[in-house]
């Protein structure tokens, strides 16, 4: 008879994670190319934690961790997800600042990458620009990176429970 380890239904559970971020990814697309909603700067990093923290998920899913292990991979997940919760914060602090305070529009993206060092081009991203506060796109009077701060909020909660022992490793 095939008996059901922990390890598998962490496996089903990181899976569901790489999807959530998958389908995160797959609807910022969708605004962006169906809607119009050209991602800014911070928008963009924020997508590349979504996809790191997908790739942890992923990778946990195919290792299968037990208790220590899951602890690990719930440890890299807060790392990704923590530091996209961080540039969603500023994102929201930099949508809610009044209109005379707002920073200048910066020039692109690639502009920065292909002139600056990255350390440069972080610190200037970090202090946003006046395309970051556009409000866009909107779903209960959230904003984008509103609902992607709990996104990571809730990824982070997912890649937690995964470190619980189940009742097999208890005892």
């Known amino acids: 008879m095939l008996r059901f380890r ?11 994670g790489a999807g959530i971020c998958s389908a995160l ?3 910022a697309l969708y605004l962006q190319y169906q809607l119009g909603e050209d991602p800014c700067p911070l928008c963009i990093f924020q997508r590349v934690a979504v996809i790191v923290s997908g790739i ?12 220590r292990g899951a602890k690990v991979y719930a440890l890299l997940i807060f790392a990704s997800s923590g530091l996209g919760a961080f540039i969603a914060i500023r994102h929201i602090w930099i949508q809610h600042l009044p209109k005379d305070l707002l920073p200048e529009c910066g020039p692109g993206l690639s502009y920065l990458f292909d002139t600056f060092p990255f350390t440069e081009v972080l610190r200037k991203v970090l202090s946003g620009s ?3 506060a556009a409000l ?10 509103e609902w992607t701060l709990i996104c990571f909020i809730l ?17």
Not at 56 to 67: K, M, N, S, T, Y
Not at 155 to 169: F, I, N, R
């Open 6 to 16: 922990p390890q598998h239904s962490r496996r089903l559970a990181y899976l569901i």
């Open 25 to 27: 990814i797959g609807f």
């Open 56 to 67: 942890i998920f992923f990778l946990a899913a195919v290792h299968g961790p037990h208790a």
């Open 130 to 132: 006046g395309e970051c």
């Open 136 to 145: 866009g796109w909107t779903f209960l009077s959230l904003s984008i990176p």
């Open 155 to 171: 990824l982070m909660g997912w890649a937690w429970l995964q470190t619980q022992p189940s009742k097999d490793e208890l005892s």
